[in-house]
């Protein structure tokens, strides 16, 4: 099953020429999940990959540049005719936020929901479990955890048959977990194997609640709106360097690093390099690039520029 993140917006508070306000599109399956809508948001979907059929939209905290683009998202899904309901998730206060925009909005035809989460309110969506991450900003901010249900161990047809199990019916017995002609399950399925996890930070300082939530994932997409030469800036204003990113990655064990919500004084590459000196996996994604998730047997995370072919994934 696909799991893969389109970088739709990467750009700090201030949009520049070449990045949009954050906005990350996660694709499972057929869930389309929206984390952070920065003003520009529906623009930037529709020149990369259409203005799709969104099954949720998750915002990180309420500063304007990770929600003001939420207005006119509504609208025009609503002006396409969309009937499916749609939710929207975020910290307390969101509620509020989107209200006081009703009357720009206007009456929507389709249902919309808002639901304020706590941190211990997880959600779940098919084999995909969204976690929400207190993480260290000015104001209230989560981040997300996105952990994919484990996969049943292989089934050894091989072995089944040598012991006696016939093709057919009965293999599938067997993977329901029955015991056929006295053969036991585990006698021929292997171990479960783990689902898959990404991560990512919203707004925040380096954050010790974030690298245990972050522990073991595939990809951990995390902010870099500074270099190391402001570190001080980065402290009093609740966000990260790219340094501490690639720290972050370190102590949590990750596969891949992305940095995003770069500050337009940089063009990205000292950013970069800042990061791989201390975490050699990390990419700093432009808008329209995506990063491809496939099950651990079947490679590392990868960058896919934007207008490069993606390789098929598969199931497992």
């Given at each position: 099953m696909e799991l893969s993140v389109l970088f739709a917006g990467t750009a700090g508070s201030a949009p520049s020429a070449r990045r949009g306000l954050p906005a990350l599109l996660i694709r499972y399956g057929g869930e389309r999940i929206l984390v952070d809508c920065g003003e520009g948001?529906?623009?930037?979907?529709?020149?990369?990959?259409?203005?799709?059929?969104?099954?949720?939209?998750?915002?990180?905290?309420?500063?304007?540049?990770?929600?003001?683009?939420?207005p006119g998202l509504l609208k025009s899904l609503d002006l396409r005719d969309r009937t499916r309901p749609l939710q929207v998730h975020g910290p307390p206060g969101i509620r509020e936020a989107l209200a006081s925009m009703r009357g720009v909005v206007g009456r929507l035809r389709f249902p919309l929901e808002v639901v304020e989460l706590a941190p211990e309110d997880a959600v779940?969506?098919?084999?995909?479990?969204?976690?929400?991450?207190?993480?260290?900003?000015?104001?209230?901010?989560?981040g997300y955890v996105f952990i994919e249900d484990d996969r049943?161990?292989?089934?050894?047809?091989?072995?089944?048959?040598?012991?006696?199990?016939?093709?057919?019916?009965?293999?599938?017995r067997l993977q329901r977990g029955e015991v056929v002609n006295g053969v036991r399950p585990e006698?021929?399925?292997?171990?479960?194997?783990?689902?898959?996890?990404?991560?990512?930070s919203g707004d925040t300082?380096?954050?010790?609640?974030?690298?245990?939530?972050?522990?073991?994932?595939?990809?951990?997409?995390?902010?870099?709106?500074?270099a190391e030469e402001e570190h001080e800036r980065a402290r009093l204003t609740g966000h990260s360097t790219a340094a501490q990113a690639a720290r972050v990655a370190l102590d949590a064990d990750v596969r891949l690093l992305a940095l995003t919500h770069i500050s337009a004084r940089y063009a990205g590459r000292q950013?970069?390099?800042?990061?791989?000196?201390?975490?050699?996996?990390?990419?700093?994604?432009?808008?329209?690039?995506s990063i491809e998730v496939p099950f651990v047997e079947r490679g590392a995370p990868r960058l896919v520029r934007a207008g490069e072919a993606p390789v098929p994934q598969s199931g497992g």
């Open positions: 948001t529906q623009r930037q979907l529709i020149r990369s990959v259409g203005l799709v059929e969104l099954t949720d939209v998750f915002i990180t905290h309420l500063h304007l540049d990770h929600w003001l683009g939420l779940r969506r098919g084999e995909l479990e969204i976690q929400p991450v207190n993480v260290r900003h000015r104001t209230l901010a989560y049943p161990g292989r089934f050894d047809a091989e072995l089944a048959t040598c012991l006696g199990v016939q093709f057919g019916p009965d293999f599938g006698q021929v399925i292997g171990e479960a194997r783990p689902g898959r996890k990404v991560a990512i300082a380096p954050c010790e609640t974030l690298a245990l939530a972050a522990h073991g994932a595939d990809l951990l997409i995390h902010e870099a709106t500074f950013l970069r390099d800042e990061a791989r000196a201390i975490f050699p996996d990390t990419e700093l994604p432009r808008d329209f690039d």
